[in-house]
């Protein structure tokens, strides 16, 4: 066999992996969301924009991940460049930074809302400090904000780590040499991190980001435990619309929707991160 044909047989598997559990249900959805009855329509689209809901779930999702993500990129950030910098008991603290990671979403929300709800840690301790006199329902309609905030602190928490291990890794790959020159010549290490290693780590911030503001406009379950019907996304409204509305043209008219703007950012990313031609340290 020519060894020519070596590449494409080693991605075949990958290939046809994608093509069956990514290109055909893509397939299946946009099919779904584009079809009713009658044909080709708009219909369903027409539908999900319309209803009261959808303006609202679209604003939370998307003050959400501008609330979460850069909070998260500014956190992995300093918390990669402390381990890079550390010699005995890096690998611990890197263990122990990412343990959320092994915890699933809706367990990290259920986590929270034993912080956050009315016989929870919240209210026990200022009920101990004296702020209140009873434990209150924090919880509930008249607090938006404080929900809002239990969400943002459930996702901070549980999905920094998945940032921090990518930027972790990019530090990793720069040369040393960089940092023992610019210290060589007087570089404050505010500087050493602003001309080396945020300019060669545009990449591994590429990356990062991606897949964190993907990920953040696909919150579902940490949204379902804290905020429930109070907070409506995105996702939950595909939720809503698929399994209580049994209305799969509608779920799968959101879904699209979410795929847009997740690659509408994905784009802007990688635009805004891109490395210049010939660019230098």
């Known amino acids: 066999m020519s060894a020519r044909y070596l590449p494409y047989i080693l991605i075949f598997p990958v290939t046809l992996f994608l093509c069956l559990f990514f290109l055909y249900p893509f397939v299946l959805v946009a099919q779904q969301a584009f079809t009713t009855g009658a044909g080709f329509t708009l219909e369903n689209f027409h539908d999900v924009t319309g209803h009261w809901k959808f303006p609202i779930s679209l604003k939370n999702t998307l003050y959400l991940a501008a609330a979460v993500v850069p909070v998260q990129l500014a956190l992995a950030l300093l918390m990669a460049t402390m381990v890079n910098g550390m010699g005995k008991g890096r690998d611990l603290v890197l263990y122990i930074w990412t343990i959320p990671l092994g915890i699933s979403d809706l367990a990290a929300g259920i986590i929270w809302l034993a912080i956050f709800e009315q016989s929870g ?51 990793g790959l720069i040369p040393k040499e960089y940092y023992e020159a610019a210290e060589v010549f007087g570089a404050s290490p505010w500087k050493r991190f602003l001309r080396i290693t945020l300019p060669l780590l545009r990449p591994s911030l590429s990356t990062a980001l991606v897949l964190r503001v993907i990920l953040a406009f696909e919150i579902f379950a ?42 509408a950012f994905t784009l802007l990313i990688m635009r805004l991160l891109r490395v210049p031609k010939g660019a230098t340290i």
């Open 222 to 263: 940490v949204v379902q435990a804290l905020g429930g019907t109070l907070f409506p996304v995105l996702m939950g409204e595909t939720y809503k619309y698929q399994f209580e509305l049994l209305n799969g043209g509608g779920a799968a008219a959101i879904a699209l929707i979410i795929l847009g703007i997740s690659i």
């Open 121 to 171: 840690f919240l209210n026990s301790m200022m009920s101990g400090l004296g702020v209140i006199d009873r434990p209150a329902n924090l919880m509930n309609y008249q607090n938006p904000g404080l929900i809002f905030l239990a969400i943002a602190l459930a996702e901070i928490w549980r999905a920094t780590a998945i940032m921090l291990v990518i930027l972790v890794a990019g530090i």
